[in-house]
T-cell receptor, first 114, second 118 residues
């Protein structure tokens, strides 16, 4: 089955700097790659996603890049703010294929230092 | 539009008992997926229902089961509870895909039910 590795497990950056979180996946059939933000006591919130036919997608301060050949994808957050502090999860799935459930990475605890 | 709702939010059960958790998807969504979140194993897929049919199942024992009703609400049941079943149980809903049928890609999560087994 699919395996998703996520790095780093903890990331501390100064407010205003950029943050990058990286994930790799194992199943070449995976075609959908969402990123979720989870704050304490809440469920994961979908913040951005990308499909396998696209290399990059941006939404204001957040961007995701996908390299299908290398089977890795990354989340980029620019001009970080205190409210960006949370745990971020990457995931992969073969939506429309056999194993449609999301396979998640272990998460990155992002800490924004004031 | 209201988000995914889950009840109850917190639950304490004794080993050997059974438990039923409920999930109401976003209005218009017909797919409900269930996930288990623990500090050790992270987020793991349990199963997915679409139009009252189980589409996919993760690698969990048969003690974990679910169902979906005609109004898309879903329930998850765990029988013969074990200490290791203590976790946050999350459900996520997806709207129908416009063209091909089946659920759309995006999954939206509820706040979860925190289950503690003693």
């Amino acid at each position: 089955g699919e395996n998703v590795e996520q790095h780093p497990s903890t990331l501390s950056v100064q407010e205003g700097d950029s943050a990058v979180i990286k994930c790799t996946y194992s199943d070449s059939a995976s075609n959908y790659f969402p990123w979720y933000k989870q704050e304490l006591g809440k469920g994961p919130q979908l913040i951005i996603d990308i499909r396998s036919n696209v290399g990059e997608k941006k939404d204001q301060r957040i961007a995701v890049t996908l390299n299908k050949t290398a089977k890795h994808f990354s989340l980029h957050i620019t001009e970080t703010q205190p409210e960006d502090s949370a745990v971020y999860f990457c995931a992969a799935s073969t939506r429309g294929g056999g194993a449609d459930g999301l396979t998640f990475g272990k998460g990155t605890h992002l800490i924004i230092q004031p | 539009k209201a988000g995914v709702t889950q009840t109850p939010r917190y639950l304490i059960k004794t080993r050997g008992q059974q438990v039923t958790l409920s999930c109401s998807p976003i209005s218009g969504h017909r797919s409900v997926s269930w996930y288990q979140q623990t500090p050790g194993q992270g987020l793991q897929f349990l199963f997915e229902y679409f139009s009252e049919t189980q589409r996919n199942k993760g690698n969990f024992p048969g003690r974990f089961s679910g169902r979906q009703f005609s109004n898309s609400r879903s329930e998850m049941n765990v029988s013969t509870l074990e200490l290791g079943d203590s976790a946050l149980y999350l459900c996520a809903s997806s709207r129908p895909s416009g063209l091909a049928g089946g659920p759309s890609y995006e999954q939206y999560f509820g706040p979860g039910t925190r289950l503690t087994v003693t």
